[in-house]
């Protein structure tokens, strides 16, 4: 452990600031509304997502210390934009729902469903640190879909404001994979020439 910390000291450093952002979250009722108010703006929606770009490029190369930094801004990214001026009725409804959700009791259940978020990122970074895009991408999909189908069985209309955000950053997401993958098949094939 104390190798690793020597070795990589941005990287813990942007993964204790990842952990207080999310202390403050839990334990400071202030910051969370500050926060979610701020997550009314929709660009946050569509920003968030694909912060999981950077932190696969950083898993590619094998760069801990980019996918620390990556995981800090995905969580944070929610409170970058300023409180809009106008909100649509069903984001509002589901950021409700959310912070509904987040404050209510925590059993088993909720812990469990919880874990699939470190889980997820550990299953992003194994994929693109093994340097496979196929499963990488896979991931991704499953993520997106995943967080869709949860919205709307669980908030049903309201869930349905995170379609389009969630959609849009599949969709940059597998095109930039796509093209990657066909600029490093050239490349793969006159390393296995020599």
């Known amino acids: 452990?104390?190798?690793?910390?020597?070795?990589?000291?941005?990287?813990?450093?942007?993964?204790?600031?990842?952990?207080?952002?999310?202390?403050?979250?839990?334990?400071?009722?202030?910051?969370?509304?500050?926060?979610?108010?701020?997550?009314?703006?929709?660009?946050?929606?569509?920003?968030?997502?694909?912060?999981?770009?950077?932190?696969?490029?950083?898993?590619?190369?094998?760069?801990?210390?980019?996918?620390?930094?990556?995981?800090?801004?995905?969580?944070?990214?929610?409170?970058w934009f300023n409180v809009p001026d106008q909100v649509s009725e069903q984001a509002l409804e589901f950021l409700k729902f959310e912070q509904d959700y987040l404050q209510s009791e925590w059993g088993m259940g909720k812990a469990l469903l919880m874990l699939t978020v470190p889980l997820t990122f550990w299953a992003l970074g194994l994929a693109f640190w093994r340097r496979s895009l196929l499963m990488g991408g896979v991931v991704m999909a499953v993520v997106a879909v995943a967080k869709i189908a949860w919205s709307i069985v669980n908030a049903q209309e309201a869930g349905a404001s995170i379609v389009v955000p969630a959609l849009t950053g599949l969709a940059i997401s597998a095109g930039i994979l796509f093209a990657v993958s066909r600029f490093l098949k050239p490349k793969n094939r006159v390393k296995d020439n020599f």
Request: net charge positive; proline share 4%.
């Open 1 to 79: 452990m104390i190798n690793a910390l020597k070795k990589h000291p941005l990287g813990f450093l942007f993964l204790i600031l990842t952990a207080v952002f999310i202390a403050a979250m839990v334990f400071s009722r202030s910051f969370f509304d500050w926060a979610f108010e701020r997550h009314q703006n929709q660009w946050s929606w569509y920003l968030r997502p694909l912060f999981l770009l950077p932190y696969a490029f950083f898993a590619y190369k094998r760069n801990f210390s980019g996918m620390m930094a990556s995981v800090f801004a995905l969580f944070t990214s929610m409170c």
